[in-house]
């Protein structure tokens, strides 16, 4: 098969199952596939589309890019090292279950701020983490020549 590394991707999403208080019959409902090809995926014998792995990511709250890092897509699909290491700092934050799930969104906030700060203008995948930057220079309204 391919090159993807579908066992690691699938004890991944057994954690993340596990982590969620799911079992693999509520998961793949909430994810809409069958209950079967979710524990083919989970034991590393089935390799998932990309539309598949952002419907299980919705369903466990997590983001769908981790799930394309750790199948391998995103970095097929994304050139540089950069990107990687973007991926793969979202992945460590995302799968930390320490963690609640307001937690995660506000690191990755934080850590896309200042991404953009220093020119990594790349948003990722659109989950709208960024907000307004173009204000910090403007004058507040209560700013009058004296």
Same mark, same amino acid.
């Given at each position: 098969?391919?090159?993807?590394? *579908?066992?690691?991707?699938?004890? &991944?999403?057994?954690?993340?199952?596990?982590?969620?208080?799911?079992?693999?019959?509520?998961? %793949?409902? %909430?994810?809409?596939?069958?209950?079967?090809?979710?524990?083919?995926?989970?034991?590393?014998?089935?390799?998932?589309? %990309?539309?598949?792995?952002?419907? *299980? #990511? !919705?369903?466990?709250?997590?983001?769908?890019? $981790?799930? &394309? *890092?750790?199948?391998?897509?995103?970095?097929?699909?994304?050139?540089?090292?950069?990107?990687? !290491?973007? +991926?793969?700092?979202? %992945?460590? *934050?995302? #799968?930390?279950? $320490?963690?609640?799930?307001?937690?995660?969104?506000?690191?990755?906030?934080? &850590?896309?701020? =200042?991404?953009?700060?220093? +020119? =990594?203008?790349?948003? @990722?995948? @659109?989950?709208?983490?960024?907000?307004?930057?173009?204000?910090?220079?403007?004058?507040?309204?209560?700013? $009058? #020549?004296?």
């Amino acid at each position: 098969m391919a090159s993807l590394n *579908v066992g690691n991707l699938g004890e &991944y999403l057994r954690e993340q199952r596990r982590n969620a208080q799911l079992s693999l019959r509520q998961l %793949a409902d %909430a994810a809409g596939v069958s209950n079967p090809y979710l524990s083919q995926i989970e034991r590393g014998l089935r390799k998932p589309s %990309a539309e598949v792995l952002q419907q *299980v #990511a !919705k369903a466990l709250r997590i983001s769908a890019e $981790t799930l &394309y *890092v750790r199948a391998g897509i995103l970095d097929a699909e994304r050139d540089g090292q950069e990107h990687r !290491k973007d +991926g793969a700092t979202r %992945a460590a *934050v995302l #799968a930390d279950p $320490t963690l609640t799930e307001q937690h995660k969104q506000v690191l990755l906030q934080i &850590y896309e701020s =200042f991404r953009k700060e220093n +020119g =990594f203008l790349d948003g @990722g995948d @659109g989950d709208g983490a960024a907000g307004p930057q173009d204000q910090e220079n403007e004058p507040g309204p209560q700013q $009058t #020549a004296g």
